[in-house]
């Protein structure tokens, strides 16, 4: 759980090259929060027994992008061409979208590490750096970057302050992350529109809340004279809402391991999900108040199957929360 960060490790700038775009079944863009989720459990595995440091939670900010699409409305994927078969005959083409990053990644890690002094633990998340770079995030590689020394795109680990130290080094943290958006959690967004929706039509659900928060809606409106014009549901002041997929839900029982043929793992036990998705906002680090506001968290309830990605942020004028299929 999150209370129990005591520290921070900061890999800033990192450029990825051709990620996967393909999010989901119904989304694409920058890669799922499970993927980020997915790269720290990746790396905590890599740094068992070398570093005594334990993984909590990751927060994703990003600079920049370059989806790698073409056309003008109608956006499609650059694919590529695979080699010809053996007997000569021409291979299929299989979609997949790529898109290249710049992002920064804030983990929320706790350990004895923490207490060596400030040297030490730069020479820590130098060496942990070295390792990312040798790891695939969402499927794309990390580009090495050249050496630079300014410490807002170093490599930082750092215990938490408390009070209002901690509020202090905070500020002090989201200034080295501008211009960037963090990915956050609205589920409270998916929730209230959807009620307001029920109160036009009682038949509406939660994936009719979600598919109409997630694209532009143009509507007839009568302006001040009285004229008729179009307006679209996306007003100044309600941030950038994109839907996201946020975990997975059980479709079935758990297997035994090596129960299922083609599993990919045969020493795990098996089970049949289906993605769950929500409602994400991206917004600036600046508008952030504390560093648990910007990081998502694996949560597993087994009553209901779900396995998701959790993320307290709190919106200004927030309701209860809700999602699709839990």
């Known amino acids: 759980m999150l209370t129990n960060i005591t520290g921070l490790l900061t890999l800033p700038h990192l450029r990825v090259q051709n990620a996967n775009a393909i999010s989901s079944q119904h989304t694409w863009g920058v890669p799922s929060i499970t993927a980020f989720s997915g790269l720290m459990a990746a790396l905590e595995r890599k740094l068992a027994g070398a570093i005594d440091l334990e993984f909590y939670g990751v927060g994703v900010i990003c600079h920049g992008y370059q989806a790698q699409t073409n056309g003008?409305?109608?956006?499609?994927?650059?694919?590529?061409?695979?080699?010809?078969?053996?007997?000569?005959?021409?291979?299929?083409?299989?979609?997949?979208?790529?898109?290249?990053?710049?992002?920064?990644?804030?983990?929320?890690?706790?350990?004895?590490?923490?207490?060596?002094?400030?040297?030490?633990?730069?020479?820590?998340?130098?060496?942990?750096?070295?390792?990312?770079?040798?790891?695939?995030?969402?499927?794309?590689?990390?580009?090495?970057?050249?050496?630079?020394?300014?410490?807002?795109?170093?490599?930082?680990?750092?215990?938490?302050?408390?009070?209002?130290?901690?509020?202090?080094?905070?500020?002090?943290?989201?200034?080295?992350?501008?211009?960037?958006?963090?990915?956050?959690?609205?589920?409270?967004?998916?929730?209230?529109?959807?009620?307001?929706?029920?109160?036009?039509?009682?038949?509406?659900?939660?994936?009719?809340?979600?598919?109409?928060?997630?694209?532009?809606?143009?509507?007839?409106?009568?302006?001040?004279?009285?004229?008729?014009?179009?307006?679209?549901?996306?007003?100044?002041?309600?941030?950038?809402?994109?839907?996201?997929?946020?975990?997975?839900?059980?479709?079935?029982?758990?297997?035994?391991?090596?129960?299922v043929a083609n599993a990919r793992d045969d020493s795990t036990p098996f089970r049949f999900v289906e993605s769950v998705y929500s409602l994400g906002e991206w917004r600036s680090p600046h508008r952030l108040h504390d560093v648990l506001d910007l990081l998502w968290y694996p949560d597993f309830d087994e009553a209901s199957g779900v396995y998701r990605c959790r993320n307290h942020y709190t919106a200004p004028q927030d309701t209860a929360s809700d999602l699709i299929g839990e």
Do not use: C, M
Not at 81 to 107: C, M, Q, W, Y
Not at 222 to 232: A, E, I, M, Y
């Open 72 to 259: 003008d409305y109608v956006q499609r994927f650059n694919l590529t061409r695979n080699p010809i078969d053996k007997d000569g005959s021409t291979a299929a083409i299989v979609e997949e979208g790529r898109i290249h990053l710049d992002i920064t990644l804030v983990f929320g890690v706790a350990g004895d590490v923490l207490t060596e002094n400030e040297a030490k633990r730069d020479e820590i998340a130098a060496n942990i750096a070295n390792i990312v770079a040798t790891l695939r995030i969402a499927g794309g590689s990390v580009i090495p970057q050249a050496n630079q020394p300014a410490r807002r795109i170093k490599p930082t680990l750092q215990a938490l302050e408390e009070g209002e130290k901690r509020a202090k080094q905070f500020r002090q943290l989201r200034r080295q992350w501008l211009p960037g958006f963090a990915l956050l959690a609205r589920d409270d967004l998916l929730h209230s529109h959807h009620a307001k929706l029920v109160g036009h039509n009682p038949d509406a659900t939660l994936l009719d809340g979600w598919l109409d928060k997630s694209r532009l809606n143009h509507s007839p409106v009568t302006d001040d004279k009285g004229d008729t014009v179009w307006q679209h549901s996306r007003q100044q002041g309600e941030g950038w809402i994109v839907p996201i997929p946020v975990g997975y839900g059980a479709l079935s029982g758990l297997h035994p391991a090596g129960s």
